[in-house]
């Protein structure tokens, strides 16, 4: 079975950085695309990022590009966040397309998803 595992969030004041991880289980396709996404209270989930896992591609949205570092560590996709701002504070989710559905930018297609990891910027 499927399962996503995020790690890496906490408490930050604004300005510093924070890495957040996505471990993926059960997976046995190389290549595929694993995205991250956040909610902030009160507000919609929005698409931040995505990797295209075995093709090399990176993708973001426009408003966190140059922010915002998605990488792959082995079997898992990192997100580096730097200058954190206090409109960064969301809960970050990572999530999966199936792998005939690629990769690139925007929200669509993602259908396994990890239980979330808190991210809390503080000014």
């Known amino acids: 079975q499927v399962r996503l595992v995020e790690s890496g969030g906490g408490s930050v004041q604004a300005g510093g950085s924070l890495t957040l991880s996505c471990t993926p289980y059960?997976?046995?396709?190389?290549?595929?695309?694993m995205g991250w996404f956040r909610q902030a209270p009160g507000k919609e989930r929005e698409w931040v990022a995505a990797?295209?896992?075995?093709?090399?591609g990176t993708y973001y949205d426009d408003s966190v590009e140059g922010r915002f570092t998605i990488s792959q560590d082995n079997v898992k996709s990192t997100l580096f966040i730097k200058s954190l701002k206090s409109e960064d504070s969301a809960m970050y989710y990572c999530?999966?397309?199936?792998?005939?559905?690629?990769?690139?930018?925007?929200?669509?297609?993602?259908?396994?998803w990890g239980q979330g990891t808190q991210v809390t910027v503080s000014s």
């Open positions: 059960g997976y046995t396709y190389s290549r595929y695309c």
């Open positions: 999530a999966t397309k199936a792998p005939w559905q690629g990769c690139g930018i925007g929200e669509s297609g993602y259908t396994s």
């Open positions: 990797i295209y896992f075995g093709a090399d």
